[in-house]
């Protein structure tokens, strides 16, 4: 069996086309321009490259966009008051504080300062508690990209054994509870695996749906997936190839060549899920826009 390859950059591209519609759509009703601000803190270049395809993609579908830049040594008073500005600047309806921060910037007090209504990643606690209660105006990214790739390739996850694997605050988490929810694109048996996992083979060898967020190349190998699974890589990993350019290659969190003759379907690296977070981030980003006109529906 090869896999067929599910292309996250061309369904991204279906998603932005959906969302520039919406961005006109509110521009003529309403006199709304959505806005995105990217508040970027040291010198991180994976983190700058992330923001700089962010502010492209903004672009494109017609979104105001900005990058804040703030340099390595940022203090938490500094950037809690670029935060707090942001939050009461008509002109920008989604915040986005591109993670990870410098070591001395206390992560959860940024998280807690932006506005729920313009908390376009879902790391707020107030819509990290609407996700887990089913009814969330903000999903994270790269989960809720994910179950669009699912959904829109046939692979509705409703009855599926799911395994997640890696338990973090912006993939892990909330995948389990997005695919766990009554409702379209929901009602799976979500299984969460981490670093404490024992037997972990055995229990992605269950999968139907298989998604590795670990952080580690090629760290899911063939003989940990069921003959027939749908596996959905979020790992992006930099490993050395002299014969490059650049002197690196970008490599997932799944032995890609063996692991796609064994499953039914499977996202590459570069090019699945990547563009499909990005994409997401404007669904919601026009999410916001909308709030800041019509206030949260009372049944969300």
Request: hydrophobic share 40%.
């Amino acid at each position: 069996m090869t896999a067929k390859i599910l292309d996250g950059k061309a369904l991204a591209e279906e998603i932005r086309k959906e969302v520039a519609v919406g961005v006109a759509e509110i521009k003529q009703r309403h006199g709304v321009t959505p806005g995105l601000a990217a508040v970027l803190a040291g010198d991180d270049p994976a983190s700058a490259i992330y923001v700089r395809n962010k502010r492209r993609a903004c672009d494109e579908v017609g979104m105001v966009s900005d990058t804040f830049l703030l340099p390595a040594d940022t203090t938490n008073e500094q950037l809690l008051t670029c935060v707090q500005d942001l939050n009461a600047d008509s002109r920008f309806h989604g915040i986005l504080v591109q993670l990870p921060l410098p070591p001395q910037i206390d992560e959860r007090l940024i998280i807690e300062a932006i506005s729920p209504d313009k908390d376009i990643d879902g790391l707020h606690p107030f819509n990290v508690g609407k996700l887990v209660q089913g009814r969330p105006d903000f999903v994270p990214g790269t989960p809720a990209g994910i179950q669009q790739i699912l959904m829109r390739n046939g692979h509705d996850p409703a009855g599926a054994n799911v395994v997640v694997c890696g338990r973090s605050e912006i993939v892990g988490k909330p995948m389990a509870l997005l695919l766990m929810q009554r409702g379209e694109g929901g009602n799976a048996t979500v299984t969460v695996c981490h670093t404490r996992t024992k037997n972990l083979a055995e229990i992605t060898r269950q999968a139907d749906i298989l998604v590795a967020a670990i952080g580690r190349p090629k760290a899911i190998t063939a003989d940990m997936v069921k003959e027939g699974a749908v596996v959905i890589d979020v790992g992006i990993n930099r490993v050395d190839d002299p014969s490059r350019k650049s002197g690196y290659r970008l490599v997932g969190d799944v032995d890609f060549e063996a692991v796609s003759q064994k499953a039914s379907a499977i996202t590459p690296v570069p090019g699945g899920v990547g563009p499909m977070t990005i994409a997401m981030l404007l669904v919601n980003t026009l999410t916001a826009a909308r709030i800041s006109i019509h206030g949260r529906q009372p049944h969300s």
